[in-house]
């Protein structure tokens, strides 16, 4: 048994398999009442509670207490079936191998989750030392220039005091605030496989696996997150495209856009534009993507009836 200390789930991961095991079926047949079985994932909770995935013999008067039965009936299913160990580790211990197994999965879930987030935050650590070797470079020139040395401090500290404003406000959807969580349990019903039968207890249910960070429900919430991302860009882009076929006011002429190319890796997007003067004249009008509102106020509205 590892004594290596890993994060254990708030859940006992049974698999439907364990109970064709014939140590297990063997259990249900000699403790009837399905009183074995109680006991088994009764012990199974004990050791979830323990950062080990063992107990001490000398709590077992205490668990048989809490399982509401007696001593010789939680010694006989820990020590006649096989489904537990004992061991003698600083005192006789027991483990569940059953239930070791059964967490693999859940451990190599918690440690690619773990890589992804130091990976993500080794990436914003180099990013942010990148812009900061920048602008220190570009603030030094500038200050040599004006020779006003304590330039370079104070607007690092001034660009510092924004980058936090923006990256506390860049993510502006939590679950905590109720509007956002409404949009977020509207989203999940439409993705239910199943129609929910009490909405309010559901909505409370998921509430509680988001404040517990149940991983599942996470992972459900991280794809909303994805969700409306992908739809406001796909929202953007639409209107960029809507622009074909649309007069556009330029230098006192309307022009009509025949064409409209989206370059999304230079973040910047093209009109061919069309108009006549004796003859056809054609132009190519590149705009950056944070001019798109500035061009829409150059379409040609039609009068509405």
């Not at 580790?89 to 059953?98: C, Q, Y």
């Not at 993510?171 to 109720?178: A, D, E, V």
């Amino acid at each position: 048994m590892s004594n290596v200390i890993k994060k254990l789930p708030k859940f006992i991961p049974l698999q439907i398999a364990l109970f064709d095991d014939i140590r297990v079926k063997r259990l249900n047949k000699e403790i009837t009442n399905c009183s074995g079985l109680g006991i088994m994932i009764g012990l199974y909770s004990q050791l979830l509670k323990n950062p080990r995935l063992c107990c001490s013999y000398d709590d077992i008067d205490i668990i048989a207490d809490e399982l509401r039965t007696s001593v010789p009936m939680v010694m006989t299913v820990i020590e006649k079936y096989n489904l537990f160990e004992v061991i003698e580790d600083n005192g006789t211990k027991f483990f569940s191998p059953i239930l070791n197994l059964a967490l693999e999965p859940y451990w190599d879930v918690c440690e690619i989750n773990k890589i992804r987030s130091d990976i993500a935050t080794e990436k914003r650590k180099q990013k942010k030392k990148q812009q900061l070797e920048e602008l220190k470079k570009l603030m030094s020139i500038e200050s040599s220039r004006l020779n006003l040395p304590n330039v370079i401090e104070s607007n690092i500290i001034e660009c510092n005091l924004i980058e936090n404003k923006v990256s506390s406000s860049s993510n502006n959807i939590f679950w905590k605030n109720k509007k956002d969580f409404e949009i977020f349990f509207d989203w999940l019903k439409v993705n239910q496989p199943n129609p929910i039968k009490n909405e309010r207890y559901y909505k409370k249910t998921i509430l509680e696996k988001l404040a517990i960070g149940d991983i599942k429900t996470l992972e459900n919430w991280e794809d909303f997150l994805t969700f409306k991302k992908e739809e406001k860009e796909r929202i953007f882009f639409t209107r960029i495209e809507k622009l074909e076929s649309q007069l556009i006011l330029i230098e006192n002429n309307y022009r009509y856009i025949s064409k409209v190319e989206i370059n999304r890796e230079q973040k910047e997007f093209t009109l061919l534009t069309l108009y006549f003067e004796e003859k056809e004249i054609t132009h190519l009008v590149k705009c950056k993507f944070e001019q798109l509102e500035k061009i829409e106020k150059l379409i040609r509205k039609d009068k509405c009836s």
